[in-house]
């Protein structure tokens, strides 16, 4: 049954896009929270009633409550949707294609010098107790130092992914903020401190199905 234009409901928007798309559960959860907010900020519920001048509206009024990059968030996610909008015939133009993004900072990158790495390495060998065990807290730095790898992508790998002979890393689709699998090389410095914890990994986990158990599971480990 063809839907009224006039009747499509953004929770029916979302409903239908992510039917088709077959979102992640993350994204899906992106785009209900921004659905949410631009409903109950503007008082509309229908995709008709969002016009070029709630969406101005809108957009000032974000800005000046959180940010630029918020306000920018939202704007892509919406433009999507509506363009999904109009594909389906529910809307004659993308009201969020209208609106400009807002200029954004350049921010310098967030990185560290080898000798604040020293530092930190050093305050893990003296401060045992909270860094339990020592070796564990060594190559998660380690790797996050040479990598610049997102946390997701550490938490993700699995033992399969780790190549030590060939001094590989696999970055699977499951940690990926891109939604793209890509292989890395190994660093040098992150070598030594897989082996230790493949080694003390493999008598917790056993060899069986070992590949496919988790790399950095602190858990393993805990004396408690």
Same mark, same amino acid.
């Not at 892509?76 to 900072?105: C, Q, Y």
């Not at 530092?119 to 060594?138: A, C, N, R, S």
């Not at 090389?185 to 070992?210: H, M, V, W």
């Given at each position: 049954?063809?839907?009224?234009?006039?009747?499509?409901?953004?929770?029916?928007?979302?409903?239908?896009?992510?039917?088709?798309?077959?979102?992640?559960?993350? !994204?899906?959860? =992106? *785009? $209900?929270?921004?659905?949410?907010? /631009?409903? +109950?900020?503007?008082?509309?519920?229908?995709?008709?009633?969002?016009?070029?001048?709630?969406?101005?509206?809108?957009?000032?009024?974000?800005?000046?409550?959180?940010?630029?990059? !918020?306000?920018? =968030? *939202? $704007?892509?996610?919406?433009?999507? /949707?509506? +363009?999904?909008?109009?594909?389906?015939?529910?809307?004659?133009?993308?009201?969020?294609?209208?609106?400009?993004?807002?200029?954004?900072?350049?921010?310098?990158?967030?990185?560290?010098?080898?000798?604040?790495?020293?530092?930190?390495?050093?305050?893990?060998?003296?401060?045992?107790?909270?860094?339990?065990?020592?070796?564990?807290?060594?190559?998660?730095?380690?790797?996050?130092?040479?990598?610049?790898?997102?946390?997701?992508?550490?938490?993700?790998?699995?033992?399969?992914?780790?190549?030590?002979?060939?001094?590989?890393?696999?970055?699977?689709?499951?940690?990926?903020?891109?939604?793209?699998?890509?292989?890395?090389?190994?660093?040098?410095?992150?070598?030594?401190?897989?082996?230790?914890?493949?080694?003390?990994?493999?008598?917790?986990?056993?060899?069986?199905?070992?590949?496919?158990?988790?790399?950095?599971?602190?858990?393993?480990?805990?004396?408690?």
């Amino acid at each position: 049954m063809k839907i009224k234009t006039d009747r499509v409901t953004l929770v029916r928007l979302i409903d239908r896009y992510d039917y088709e798309n077959e979102l992640r559960p993350m !994204t899906l959860r =992106n *785009y $209900r929270s921004i659905i949410k907010r /631009l409903e +109950n900020e503007n008082q509309v519920r229908y995709m008709a009633e969002v016009s070029d001048e709630v969406v101005c509206r809108w957009k000032n009024e974000v800005v000046q409550r959180v940010s630029a990059i !918020t306000w920018n =968030n *939202y $704007r892509n996610h919406m433009r999507a /949707l509506w +363009n999904f909008g109009i594909e389906k015939g529910w809307v004659d133009k993308n009201v969020f294609a209208h609106s400009k993004k807002v200029p954004t900072p350049k921010l310098k990158k967030k990185t560290i010098e080898i000798s604040q790495l020293a530092i930190m390495l050093d305050l893990i060998d003296h401060k045992q107790d909270q860094f339990d065990p020592p070796w564990f807290w060594k190559a998660v730095m380690h790797l996050y130092f040479y990598t610049g790898m997102r946390r997701k992508q550490l938490v993700a790998l699995r033992w399969e992914d780790i190549d030590l002979k060939k001094k590989t890393i696999f970055l699977s689709l499951a940690g990926s903020k891109t939604h793209r699998e890509w292989e890395i090389p190994l660093p040098a410095g992150c070598y030594g401190d897989l082996c230790i914890l493949k080694r003390q990994s493999e008598q917790k986990y056993g060899t069986a199905n070992f590949s496919k158990q988790q790399v950095f599971r602190l858990q393993l480990f805990n004396k408690n």
